[in-house]
């Protein structure tokens, strides 16, 4: 068994096999003084570099298992959190939170479907983006509706904060170009305006 143990050892720490070129121990870093490679010396612990790609693979034996990979942040009493990226069977990629503090976990931090569906905060988006909570557009950038749509006018079914204008919120109706933009309010219940109205053309 020794024997068996120590030439598996060594094989893994010859630079270069016939076979495969994958797993290189010389790319670990065990003090600051001893560095095992001879062009490059890594700066992390376990660092992989290749040709064009680089490619780490964590599987599993069946389609209907799961992968995991865990980030750890605890201390030597395993207090902290543990941040999980999981490959959950056929249903998608989950990042998400374990922690001995309370507020720390989190079972949605990021999901994404098989279908596409991408969830924040939310375990299983039904639309491309489901997101829990507050949404927050920073600057002066703005959300466009409609995008690809062909003969859509460039700025048509954009929102932005002062976008357009210094002093508003801009809302630019649905069109091909900037003389048949329109909006259309369903407001049955009423619509309430807190403010004077300027009309820039006939109503």
């Given amino acids: 068994m020794a024997y068996l143990f120590f030439r598996t ?3 893994l720490l010859q630079y270069e096999t016939t076979n495969c070129h994958r797993i290189q121990l010389p790319a670990f870093v065990f003090n600051s003084t ?7 010396c890594p700066k992390t612990k376990l660092e992989i570099r290749d040709t064009l ?24 009493l395993s207090q902290g959190t543990d941040y999980l990226i999981t490959a959950r069977r056929e249903q998608g990629l989950y990042v998400t939170s374990k922690s001995d503090v309370g507020y720390n976990n989190n079972d949605s ?3 994404i479907r098989t279908n596409g569906n991408v969830g924040l905060g939310v375990v299983n988006p039904s639309v491309r983006l489901d997101v829990n909570g507050n ?10 509706l409609g995008g690809g749509v062909p003969g859509k006018e460039t700025n048509a079914g954009k929102i932005g904060y002062r ?4 002093d ?10 900037t003389t048949n933009r329109k909006v259309y309010v ?7 305006f807190n403010g004077p109205i300027n009309a820039l053309s006939t109503l």
């Fill in 9 to 11: 050892l060594v094989k």
């Fill in 34 to 40: 001893k560095c095992w490679h001879r062009n490059y």
């Fill in 53 to 76: 790609k680089s490619v780490v693979s964590i599987g599993s034996k069946n389609y209907n298992d799961t992968s995991q990979l865990i980030l750890s942040n605890r201390n030597a």
């Fill in 109 to 111: 931090l990021l999901v």
């Fill in 135 to 144: 949404v927050k557009v920073s600057s002066f950038n703005s959300i466009e």
């Fill in 163 to 166: 976008t357009f204008t210094i």
């Fill in 168 to 177: 508003a919120l801009d809302i630019v109706g649905a069109g091909s170009n």
């Fill in 186 to 192: 369903f407001g049955e219940g009423g619509t309430t």
